[in-house]
């Protein structure tokens, strides 16, 4: 007996797979039918999808292992212990290594993706405060060169060095005139070097300097003192700017003011440093310290006991010159 075998098929009997919509059943199990083969595909790798199930795993087996290491009953510092410690961190290394591969892969992480990106709030940082103020003196340079071509008297306004006072009229004086208003200039103009720029105008042009408009004003005092000067001149008929011989003055009576008492108290000490010790004693002196700064090889008995001398003599004259400055401050007092 003979039994016919039909290749694998699928059959078409879904109705969507008819022209007509209607299901046809055949008419005997062993006829053959238009069939497609099934043809295996292999899935499309992911491999953001095989680093995300690798993290999750990782993190899973770690906190597996520190669950059983916490509830397990295992002794602190033993073998069991630290080699739970042992497998956890070289899976924290392993997940790490993991998490940074899938930075470069997973182009489209589940995180927050903002629709708008606002401005930066909050406190400027170094960088930007520097440019801004780059900018700014870049762009106040260009203006006050404007300026300068378009009022070059500006630039003879303040002469010479200029005070902090001087620089912030200087300024608030460019800045009402790019503004245009020339109502409020006087109060902004220096009076001293106007005069000035007016006299080296004048000494330019061949004639006599102006005379000297406004000035630091006297005092009540100087004015009164002036004008009695005046009064008295006029009464012994001379000017006041006469070169009368002056007499010397004469001695002053009455106690002395405390500065000028001190000052005829004795000095103790050389006037000056150079008159402290001769030319050859400087030079004895200078070889003794420079030998003195340098390390003794071996003892020196005879050095030894000139230093103790030494010592002994300076011991005095500091003690002798901190009576005496002592003594004068009691004096002082």
Not at 50 to 69: C, D, G, M, P, S
Not at 186 to 206: F, I, T, Y
Not at 211 to 240: D, F, H, I, N, W
Not at 279 to 289: D, G
């Given at each position: 007996?003979?039994?016919?075998?039909?290749?694998?098929?699928?059959?078409t009997t879904h109705p969507a797979l008819f022209a007509t919509g209607?299901?046809?059943?055949?008419?005997?199990?062993?006829?053959?039918?238009?069939?497609?083969?099934?043809?295996?595909?292999?899935?499309?790798?992911?491999?953001?999808?095989?680093?995300?199930?690798h993290v999750t795993a990782l993190n899973y087996q770690i906190a597996?292992?520190?669950?059983?290491?916490?509830?397990?009953?295992?002794?602190?510092?033993?073998?069991?212990?630290?080699?739970?410690?042992?497998?956890?961190?070289?899976?924290?290394?392993?997940?790490?290594?993991?998490?940074?591969?899938?930075?470069?892969?997973?182009?489209?992480?589940?995180?927050?993706?903002?629709?708008?990106?606002?401005?930066?709030?909050?406190?400027?940082?170094?960088?930007?405060?520097?440019?801004?103020?780059?900018?700014?003196?870049?762009?106040?340079?260009?203006m006050d060169a404007e300026l300068d071509a378009q009022f070059p008297?500006?630039?003879?306004?303040?002469?010479?060095?200029?005070?902090?006072?001087?620089?912030?009229?200087?300024?608030?004086?460019?800045?009402?005139?790019?503004?245009?208003?020339?109502?409020?200039?006087?109060?902004?103009?220096?009076?001293?070097?106007?005069?000035?720029?007016?006299?080296?105008?004048?000494?330019?042009?061949?004639?006599?300097?102006?005379?000297?408009?406004?000035?630091?004003?006297?005092?009540?005092?100087?004015?009164?003192?002036?004008?009695?000067?005046?009064?008295?001149?006029?009464?012994?008929?001379?000017?006041?700017?006469?070169?009368?011989?002056?007499?010397?003055?004469?001695?002053?009576?009455?106690?002395?003011?405390?500065?000028?008492?001190?000052?005829?108290?004795?000095?103790?000490?050389?006037?000056?440093?150079?008159?402290?010790?001769?030319?050859?004693?400087?030079?004895?002196?200078?070889?003794?310290?420079?030998?003195?700064?340098?390390?003794?090889?071996?003892?020196?008995?005879?050095?030894?006991?000139?230093?103790?001398?030494?010592?002994?003599?300076?011991?005095?004259?500091?003690?002798?010159?901190?009576?005496?400055?002592?003594?004068?401050?009691?004096?002082?007092?």
């Amino acid at each position: 007996m003979v039994v016919m075998m039909t290749p694998l098929t699928i059959k078409t009997t879904h109705p969507a797979l008819f022209a007509t919509g209607l299901a046809t059943p055949p008419m005997s199990p062993n006829t053959p039918v238009k069939s497609k083969p099934v043809i295996p595909t292999a899935p499309i790798v992911s491999y953001a999808q095989l680093r995300k199930f690798h993290v999750t795993a990782l993190n899973y087996q770690i906190a597996k292992l520190r669950w059983e290491q916490n509830n397990g009953g295992y002794l602190k510092g033993e073998d069991a212990w630290l080699g739970h410690n042992n497998v956890i961190a070289k899976l924290e290394k392993e997940l790490k290594d993991v998490q940074e591969a899938q930075k470069g892969l997973d182009r489209f992480p589940n995180c927050f993706a903002p629709t708008a990106f606002p401005k930066p709030h909050g406190p400027p940082s170094k960088e930007q405060l520097d440019e801004e103020r780059k900018l700014k003196a870049e762009e106040t340079k260009v203006m006050d060169a404007e300026l300068d071509a378009q009022f070059p008297f500006i630039k003879q306004m303040f002469i010479g060095p200029r005070t902090k006072q001087q620089a912030k009229n200087d300024r608030m004086l460019r800045d009402l005139m790019k503004e245009g208003d020339f109502d409020d200039l006087s109060m902004l103009l220096p009076s001293k070097n106007m005069r000035m720029l007016m006299e080296g105008q004048a000494k330019k042009a061949g004639g006599a300097p102006p005379p000297p408009s406004g000035g630091p004003k006297k005092t009540y005092e100087q004015v009164r003192l002036e004008k009695e000067a005046e009064k008295v001149a006029a009464m012994r008929k001379e000017s006041p700017s006469g070169g009368a011989a002056k007499k010397p003055r004469a001695p002053r009576i009455g106690p002395l003011t405390r500065e000028e008492w001190i000052a005829t108290l004795p000095r103790f000490g050389p006037i000056t440093k150079a008159e402290a010790m001769l030319p050859a004693q400087r030079e004895q002196r200078h070889a003794i310290l420079t030998w003195l700064r340098k390390p003794w090889p071996v003892f020196d008995p005879d050095a030894a006991d000139l230093m103790v001398d030494l010592g002994r003599l300076a011991v005095r004259k500091l003690d002798q010159e901190t009576k005496a400055v002592k003594k004068l401050r009691e004096v002082t007092r």
